[in-house]
């Protein structure tokens, strides 16, 4: 008994409290995202940018049909890192509350309240018993009347709005880059570069064309776009990842 | 097996009672309190004032979007310290009981009832089976027709009245610091300073314009106001707490 | 295994009994009553007193608007020990269960009705899954048509009642010297001086009006007030309990 | 692990059986049973008595007051031994089933299907989880169609029809007594001496007024009443036991 | 934990397999039964007999009065052995069969019908969660259009049918008496002496007229009836039991 | 704790998997199966046959009025193996199937979609909390528009078709035996033949009329019909299993 | 106790985390899916294939009937590995999504959609308590107006896109060979006969007609379709691998 990890007990029931006044399933829920596949998101002066990290699961995976940048509504996208089923069903309600947003008030919902909405149901989740935690984070970006947002969800509810944001494995080393080369002055194209480079960074090995997804919000247009395979192609060679 | 601290047993079932009469969850949520930002709130002869510290929690964070002083109504703002999740939920709660009270009876909600029926829901989700309790201790300040008021609401469901409060991981340096220095007959511009000051002993260094958060009531208009940056800055230089 | 306490098992899930025919929560409970803050009650010939002790949580607490003596209704006050959380809500019990009283049978509850009708609340919490017994003693001061009532109401949803009773952590104090002195041939007057004695004895410190909270009930008027501020103060001095 | 009680893990869980057939949880309630308060029934040519001991709780408890022997219906009267608080709850069903009866049926209700009823309930108690079973054990009894019948409820739901019979703490003391001196041809008056002078036994100290309550339902008139003070007091006396 | 028996772990969940394919709620409810008093039941050519033992539970229990043979229908009678609480419940639903069997079908139930019906109660009592499997074992015995029938229902919702059969304390003594002395062709007269003896060889002691009920349907009028005491009385004598 | 079975933990809630993948409750189930009496069936040119094993289970038990071998529809027959009470149950479902498929489309149902759905009900019982798997195997015969049909159900909701397969204690050595003389080209009565030898050979004594039943479809009428005591006598003879 | 496996604790209670983010009962769901038996998928130009190995589970085991491929729709296909009972449960679900679909929409459903249905419900069964994941991985193929698809699903609910894919005991070989000799530009009949090597190289011993089922949906007609024996047993020839 006495090489039992210390938070033994505390992690077995859901939704209770350990004596340090931590939430043991919500900090495990959140390892899950730090083991998760990386993906990012930056502000620019013109958009924000989302990238997102994909794997091959198997020698013939045919990832290029592997979608991890989301478009949730006209002017919000979003990417996850995390446990891919968990996120699935989040982008899902994203999509039903933007789309229920437009019903109700006839304007497009605001990227904040997009996110304090799915924070309440991570937050329930967190709460109630017979449930467990989403073991996922989204990174969601848009443009609303205020402008360009990039708000990072966590597992337990919580949000906070960036500037610039990463998610899963390489998060650590992409936020590293990202603060010594971030520039709140810059373009879409350039944050582009900007992130191709980071995620070169946290992965350490060259940059394929199959292992990123890439999409932006536009400022002026308030659109949402996912960019081409040969536009990605152009851009990994501009940031010179590939090798 | 004898390693195991003592509580061991009382504190994984939800909601139950150990051999001393106590309720671990509810001590543990308390603890999830003491570890949280620090935020306070002060009496003053011509209002209440409300401060909260905010944290950078990443280097590229727009931590001048985060909010931690929310208004509640037009005559009543709050502040918290905990879970940030849990706390959004709770500021929720509390605004939708002040518009349903206007909706009711034709007139704003008094801080007390208000703060009692924020606690009413506290306490059930310390004595029900299926969910845990708040970790989280909300500060409400406002004006009623009773005068200025300033409460404190605990994980418990227990709340207390004050001239002076602090929660979060900076409560007892704060104290401490009011305790010396409060004096009932003050104005609600030397509560800010007075506030900032205690942060400042809490924090033990200086504090910076995108650390605070400062709103109050007047007694007169009844109005809760938020400062703008250049009020915050100009508080913070008065206050001598910049360096 | 060998130091885990006698009681070990039967302590964790709800509303079971223990080999020796106790249900150990509701022994926790009373525990938690135990270490409440003290409370008392004394009847006399012209009235019912109730006392309730009051600390200061904090340096700036505003102790003086701390409520421990309610009005259930305009024949009935109340004050309880233990959890102040659980307090609050049998007190919320108790005047819904007066007001109904009034609504359905046009007449003043008992006092007798009252308290057992709380009982009921109290032991169906510790009979049923998914909840924990309160963890609260109320005393019940009341004059209806068969005069003045003294009750105490225990965790288990038991009830007695009493010429003189107390709760709380001074209650084998407060006991003991209302055991010596008591005479039910008294009033109003005289038993707030005993009971102000009787708590001073428990406290064991010099009793200053923020301490205590006073209520009574008239026999001929069957009226509950509270006194205020200067009559507490008076009735200190008259007690000699001030230094 | 080597101290604990062979019944371990048997008594943790609701409703369930031991290896050796037994339903802990039931055997401890009937523990609760054992060390609650005596009393006792005894049935006479001409009516069925009940005596119940009562005790002080503490010094100034209005112990007079303190109800222990029930009048459930006109013919019908009940006491118990075990936890009051259950105990209460189960004189309100038996006072509830006996309204219903009269409403239903527009008869009185038989003791035995009376008693029969209270068991149904005690019973589910014992089969069904998320509640425990009843702790107490009801002495009832009565005159019906059939003639006086003296009935005791076991927290299992069995129940025994008797001449003379007791629970509580004193249950043995009790028996041994009245198996000695007990006589099916004797009056009401002979029975409640028999029965105070058991109670004696059993207390091992003289009996006062205040220690006891009796009542008894008379066969010809087929009416329950409960004794005055004064008619205690002097049975009492003819019963030799207050010293 | 060397010390723990074999089944640990098995038995305290509700309705679950041992890893050798037991159901050890239900192996220790047949235990119970097994515990229990004695019960049988004997076909005969023109009848089918039951002969329940019952026992004092204390000196002054009027045993006289205790039912342990029960009319179920016209035509069916039913003894049992186990917990007494169960068995009652399950006279009653008994009851009820047959009554709603008449109401629906306009004709008496079978008695195997009865007794699946019964049976289809006790299985789902070993397969849900929340309730605990009957401890009683069922000896029922009728006469419907395909004759006499005798069954006996065990608390797993099997049932079987016999020509003789025992349950309680006594079965296996009660079966190897009857196993050598029954004889197929016989009157209801010799099947209750046979009985009697085969009781006495159990119990190893004299029987007397109020430690025996007995009841029988007879074959050509179809109707289930009870011994009086002075019949039970006769039939001792006529067994040679009362020595 | 070092003596535990390497499977502790895994078999004690229901429904969850252990870490090799397995369903322990199920296994353990298919172990109750594996212990019970044995059962087999056979397809033979022009029918399907089924046999059952049969035991005394006391001295007197009335064995030839009990039903191991049943008619579901009039052109299916079923046996089981395992838990008899559990086995009822799903005879039950099989018939109610049956019936509701007649009065839905107006044809007799498959003997394939009969098995299904029974297993589709056994599937959810090993993947629900609150109750646990059937411990039964169902071996159903018949003769729908697709010919002649033999399906052995399992406790965890498989089903597969067999040319002849045996459940319960002799399951094994009834296999060997088959597999050894069984032959596709061969009639009802040299099938019945064939598997009283098989059944003999698990059983190792002599088989008497009392220990078996036999039932049998034909392809012609698609009649199912069980066998007559003088028919099953005649069979044994004729396969030289009696002694 | 220091025996016990590291991940103790986390695998036992429903739908929780282990401190390394994951979900244990997830990954034993996993677990029984790589105990089942081979399936596998490949694409070519005009169309899919879908090949499952099925065995004998007994000597005279019907195999030729057993179903391991199934149509879903005219334009898909599945097939599985792992629980049996659960896979037939998911290939319901399938065949009622794609109905309602056509019902609905009036056009046959996509297969991604299809696929991504079916993982929603698989991983609420991975977040809700009171149920357990399901143990299966479907491989669903089919042509729609994108043209052909070949997908697999997870226990944990995830699915991904393939040119080739396999689950199962089986499928690290049948992956090793598909890499090695598989090519997109390929004809259905070269996709057979080299999915029917790679399960050649997985089973390590020569393959017969009865041990696989065959099935393909064409590019240009949308159909699905199984093959025939003699289809298979030609496949099988050609492939080289029944010896």
Redesign the interface.
């Known amino acids: 008994?006495?090489?039992?990890?210390a938070?033994?007990?505390?992690?077995?029931?859901?939704?209770?409290?350990?004596?340090?006044?931590?939430?043991?399933?919500v900090?495990?829920?959140?390892?899950?995202?730090?083991?998760g596949w990386t993906s990012l998101g930056i502000k620019s002066e013109n958009g924000v940018v989302l990238i997102a990290e994909r794997r091959k699961?198997?020698?013939?995976?045919?990832v290029m049909?592997?979608e991890k940048v989301f478009a949730v509504d006209t002017h919000i996208g979003a990417t996850f890192s995390g446990?891919?089923?968990?996120g699935?069903?989040l982008i899902?309600y994203a999509r039903l509350i933007a789309v229920r947003h437009r019903l109700t008030f006839d304007e497009p919902v605001d990227v904040e309240l997009l996110a304090?909405t799915i924070?309440?149901i991570?937050?329930a989740?967190?709460?109630?018993?017979?449930?467990?935690?989403?073991?996922v984070s989204l990174i969601i970006g848009g443009v609303d009347r205020k402008g360009a947002e990039?708000v990072k969800t966590?597992p337990?509810?919580?949000y906070?709005?960036?500037?610039?944001?990463a998610a899963g494995a390489g998060e650590q080393a992409v936020?590293n880059y990202?603060?010594k080369y971030?520039n709140v002055k810059t373009t879409v194209e350039e944050a582009i570069i900007l992130g191709l480079r980071a995620l070169r960074a946290a992965l350490e090995e060259p940059l394929k064309v199959e292992r990123v997804e890439i999409g932006y919000v536009d400022v002026s247009s308030k659109l949402f776009r996912k960019l081409s395979i040969e536009e990605v192609q152009s851009f990994l060679e501009k940031a010179g990842v590939t090798s």
């Open positions: 008994m006495s090489f039992m990890p938070s033994m007990g505390y992690d077995r029931a859901l939704t209770i409290f350990s004596p340090d006044g931590k939430l043991y399933q900090e495990y829920a959140a390892e899950a995202v730090r083991r699961v198997a020698p013939l995976h045919d049909n592997l446990l891919g089923h968990d699935r069903i899902d304090r924070c309440d991570k937050q989740y967190t709460q109630q018993a017979g449930v467990r935690p989403f073991g990039l966590e337990s509810g919580l906070f709005k960036y500037y610039a944001v936020i990202l603060e971030y």
